[in-house]
């Protein structure tokens, strides 16, 4: 039988082209699936299997080789677990831990499980073989001989997993391979038409647990009290990705139960960011619409002696729950608690002093099931209810209620709630509520950045920054009015996969993505520094200025044409006046050859004045300098150029750490420059490059003359700003 397999052409699933092989199965491939796609099974039936692990599962139950995969219960479950430890081979820093794990695991052993080959074999030499050089590295070592004595084995009985190799993985790893043929079929019973693949830096082959497809509901929950962050994009596109993987449904809901710091503006900003990315999902809703429900919940957990109202102080409270002392109103009565509830409820003085708190475990190793908070007293009025409530769930408590209520399967969210896994289930639980599956996903972490929306709006409050789309946030808005395009930003995060692996990210690699995206297609434009420039009059040059109409971009018509003025006299910067001598011939871009007659300095030794001769009938191929020129005519325009810096000075901030005392003195400064005429023409948002300064995106478009056109400078990810930084 032939199989029809869809993939990732960045990511092709090794493990299932190889265990194709191993069991004698014809593989139909086709890479035709978008970027983080799990790896697809299609039947003539309309029936499709996803994601690595099922794929396995299913060719090794259909396989030829005795024993694949079909065996007892408990050597088939030592399957399925080596299954999902083969993904870990991917994980860098795993990567030797696991070798060692492996290789003294097989030191007694031929195969990975009993005593004839599984898909787990092939799985886990799959996982080894996917990273390229670093294990052929170690292959050639005697680091780990009971590994490579396996691995060695496996490839003497099945010499064409060597193809498979060459064709799927290169130096690098899984989707950097040699360039080879296309060929319908080359011997390995897979055909593929595309082999040319580029590595993909993390995957979504990841099963959630007990998913159904056309039954998984997923939701992203973002409290209003704040912007969406480059945080929130994460979670936000992992909901949606698992959502539409499974058929399932994405919920957007807004956990408004904090009203001190939530307002419409947020939410209005969230919609509006979660539209500009592409989010698409059922409503949105609010913990708000359930709060008559929450409150019936918190009744009827007092009345079953499962939370209690307590009064001790703040402090107190925290360090009782740290040292695992009871309160002293654990165990008071039933119609103690409820009475002290009305209170809260009424918004009293005496209701002020109390909280609901859940009667869990104070004893629990994990302190999050230490009688959390469920409720408390805040009369301030809600954005959405006014003064309706004086009481408000924590997030503790209505998160998980409204998720059970509103049909959502799976909880995914980052990996800093683990510890509260444990106290969601219980919650829900002592609830008498439908279980909810949470999922852990690794938090989005970025040097020199801060993504606590306590901190940010710190930077706000005290007018560190214009708001929160100021171009040095982390929040979606401020990193697209840096000049991020919305693409680059979601292939970032697609790239990143569904790991739960914790990494601390550099931002040049979001940058050099972006770059690859604008470059192609922004216009051109050139710029000279105010400051030190000089004027170079070119003695044979044009009497009369003359225009020439060109194109923006050379090799792309969509960015339109500009007109450039030719003149007798035209400017430079000053760094490129400083570098050439008497005698020298240069290159102006875009015009042709001159050669430099005088240079003229005044006292301190600072170039003034340049005088030369045009040669355009000299090579470009000769000359050293390379210079970008304007010439000297009033329609110039102004600029500020605009470099940001980080708002921190410690790359990674420690929990103990306090950010005030890290602050960047200096994280804004502008360079003014004379700009060409067509810049007038320049849109706010319009991203473009100006010839060798760099990628700029327009924050304030031309208005007037005497008020300049703000553009900032957007990061490439390699090269340093020509923009000076002021010296301190």
């Known amino acids: 039988m032939e199989v029809a397999l869809a993939y990732a052409e960045e990511a092709p699933p090794l493990s299932v082209f190889a265990t194709a092989i191993v069991a004698g199965i014809s593989i139909k491939a086709d890479p035709e699936l978008p970027l983080g ?41 030592q399957i399925d677990e080596w299954l999902e430890y083969a993904t870990v081979f991917s994980a860098g820093a795993e990567f030797e831990k696991s070798c060692t794990y492996v290789d003294n695991y097989l030191s007694l052993r031929t195969f990975v499980v009993g005593y004839s080959l599984s898909v787990a074999d092939i799985a886990v030499w799959s996982g ?7 294990w052929e590295s170690i292959r050639k070592s005697k680091k780990f001989q009971n590994l490579v004595r396996w691995y060695n084995s496996i490839l003497s009985e099945y010499p064409v997993l060597s193809e498979v190799i060459q064709k799927y993985v290169g130096r690098r790893g899984i989707g950097k391979p040699g360039l080879v043929n296309k060929k319908e079929n080359d011997g390995t019973g897979i055909k593929d038409e595309n082999n040319e693949i580029e590595k993909a830096e993390g995957s979504f082959d990841i099963d959630l647990p007990d998913a159904e497809f056309g039954n998984l509901c997923t939701r992203f929950p973002p409290g209003p009290s704040g912007y969406l962050h480059i945080g929130h994009a994460k979670a936000a596109l992992l909901n949606q990705y698992f959502a539409q993987r499974y058929k ?5 809901r807004f956990d408004d139960t904090n009203p001190a710091k939530e307002s419409n503006e947020f939410v209005e900003n969230i919609l509006n960011d979660l539209d500009r990315l592409g989010i698409k999902g059922e409503g949105p809703t609010y913990n708000s619409d359930y709060f008559p429900q929450l409150m019936e919940m918190a009744e009827k957990l007092i009345s079953e002696g499962k939370s209690y109202v307590d009064d001790t102080p703040r402090e107190q409270m925290q360090k009782e729950r740290m040292d695992g002392i009871e309160s ?13 509830w009305k209170e809260m409820v009424a918004g009293t003085e005496r209701g002020k002093q109390c909280c609901l708190r859940g009667k869990l475990d104070m004893q629990a190793a994990n302190k999050s099931l230490r009688d959390p908070v469920y409720y408390r007293c805040n009369p301030i009025s809600h954005h959405r209810v006014g003064s309706k409530y004086k009481v408000y769930p924590t997030y503790d408590f209505a998160c998980p209620y409204v998720d059970s209520i509103e049909g959502v399967t799976h909880a995914l969210r980052s990996s800093e709630y683990h510890d509260r896994n444990e106290q969601y289930y219980l919650v829900l639980q002592d609830m008498g509520l439908r279980k909810v599956h949470v999922w852990d996903f690794s938090r989005l972490n970025f040097v020199y950045t801060l993504l606590s929306k306590r901190k940010l709006q710190w930077f706000v409050d005290n007018g560190k920054v214009e708001g929160w789309d100021d171009p040095r946030f982390p929040t979606v808005q401020g990193i697209i009015r840096r000049g991020l395009t919305v693409e680059a930003l979601k292939q970032f995060i697609l790239s990143q996969g569904a790991s739960k692996n914790l990494n601390l990210m550099e931002w040049d690699k979001l940058w050099t993505m972006n770059k690859k995206i604008i470059d192609p297609t922004c216009p051109r434009h050139t710029a000279v520094f105010q400051e030190g420039r000089v004027l170079l009059c070119l003695t044979n040059g044009p009497q009369e200025p003359f225009v020439r109409i060109a194109p923006r971009h050379k090799k792309y018509e969509g960015a339109g044409k500009k007109a450039t003025t030719y003149t007798q006299e035209i400017w430079l910067d000053g760094a490129d006046a400083a570098a050439v001598s008497e005698g020298e011939e240069v290159t102006l871009m875009d015009w042709g050859n001159a050669i430099i007659k005088h240079v003229e300095k005044d006292k301190n030794g600072t170039i003034i004045h340049l005088s030369g001769v045009l040669h355009l009938e000299g090579s470009v191929k000769t000359t050293k300098l390379k210079l970008t020129w304007l010439p000297n005519i009033s329609e110039l325009v102004n600029l500020s150029l605009v470099e940001l810096d980080h708002l921190i000075t410690k790359k990674k901030l420690e929990e103990t750490d306090d950010f005030l005392e890290v602050l960047n003195p200096c994280t804004r400064w502008e360079s003014l420059a004379i700009g060409d005429a067509n810049m007038r023409n320049l849109k706010r948002g319009e991203i473009l490059q100006l010839e060798r300064k760099g990628y700029f995106r327009c924050d304030v478009p031309y208005l007037r003359p005497s008020k300049p056109i703000v553009l900032i400078a957007i990061p490439d990810g390699r090269k340093q700003s020509v923009l000076k930084r002021p010296s301190s």
Do not use: C, K, W
């Open 248 to 252: 399932g449904r994405l919920i957007i």
């Open 128 to 134: 080894l073989a996917g990273t390229g050089q670093r």
């Open 328 to 340: 002293v109103n654990r165990n008071n009565s039933v119609e103690q608690n409820m009475a002290l």
């Open 37 to 77: 796609s799990a790896p697809t099974f299609s039947f003539p039936s309309g029936e499709e299997f996803h994601g690595t692990g099922i794929l396995l599962r299913y060719l090794g139950r259909i396989a030829s080789v005795p024993e694949f995969y079909n065996r007892d219960a408990f050597a088939t479950a």
